[in-house]
């Protein structure tokens, strides 16, 4: 009987030995649910949890051959803390309150993409960053690396960007991101110029259904606006945008504001505050995840996509000092 216990013993030990650790230390946050996270085809799964005590929350892991990121996400969050952990331990640091000042100790992998993301966030120029981008993607296409960084600065690729880089990704590469990139491009291409709008249905300010595809039809055009009251981009070019609102509602114009908040107050103060009179304010009130931003494949606030009275994508991400000169020769 001894032999079969130090037997199970040894057994259970060497599954512990196995296993590598992810220690969480953020300040601020003792007592908040820490989430272990990652994608599962294109669903983000919850793997465990674990409440922080002392500031610390571990997490120990089974070795996988799939060397995907992992996720840590915490409530408050707009987003989950990505990297790649190459079944090594990994040891995060910083503040919880202060989301951009957090670190990350980990793999190899990690290593190149923290530098990566240093570079990256040094540039302003948004050509130098689709060259930067580029340039890593392609240094890395036989690696998880290439298919994160393409999904994660998406914004920076045209479609075709996306058909070269997909041609030379390994086609037996096991990575949830391929298949998340070949969902935006599939998303992209029926949403370019030309193609019809995608009927939606959200709930608006009052908790009642806003369906899009009853308002088509009563103006000539109407912009489908992405913004949120968290982005300091978007509460800039909201003066410029009730300005636009202001003058041409009266010669066929609408908007449809979609807001990409969490916080259904901090939502409607914006809409007051910024003074956005139109009629149509819809939210699922579900961050980055809102649905109509996926169905519009969304990778950035503001964007914007103009429809016609046939229902039809006539431009998009047109820039606030062009907007005017557009609307004044499509509305004449």
Known sequence: ?????????????????????????????????????????????????????????????????????????????????????????????????????????????????????????????????????????????????????MYRYKWTFSLSDFYKLMEVIPAEMNSAYKDLVMDYVNGLEMTEVGKPFIPFIQKDVNGEDFNMKEIIGESKIIILDFWASWCPDCRKENPGLVEIYNEF???????????????????????????LTWKHHVSDLKGWNNEVAKMYCIAYIPQNILIDENGIIVKKNVPAERMKEFLGSFLK
Request: with cysteine; glycine share 4%.
């Open 1 to 149: 009987m001894k032999k079969v216990f130090l037997a199970l013993f040894v057994m259970l030990m060497m599954v512990s030995c196995n296993k590598f650790k992810i220690n969480v230390n953020l300040e601020n946050s003792d007592g908040k649910t820490v989430y272990l996270e990652r994608f599962v085809g294109t669903e983000m799964s919850i793997l465990d949890s674990v409440v922080a005590k002392d500031n610390t929350a571990v997490f120990k892991v089974k070795p996988s051959d799939n060397l995907d990121p992992y996720c840590v996400m915490i409530k408050g969050w707009r987003r989950p803390l990505t990297f790649f952990a190459d079944n090594q331990d990994v040891t995060i640091t910083g503040d919880y309150q202060k989301y951009n000042g957090i670190n990350v100790l980990a793999s190899e992998s990690q290593e190149k993409l923290n530098k990566f993301t240093e570079e990256v966030n040094g540039i302003e120029d948004e050509q130098e960053i689709h060259y930067c981008v580029l340039d890593f993607v392609k240094q890395n296409i036989d690696n998880p690396l290439a298919p994160y960084v």
């Open 249 to 275: 509602k009266d010669k066929g114009l609408d908007i449809v504001s979609v807001s990409l908040d969490m916080d259904e107050a901090a939502w409607k103060k914006a809409i007051e505050d910024d003074n």
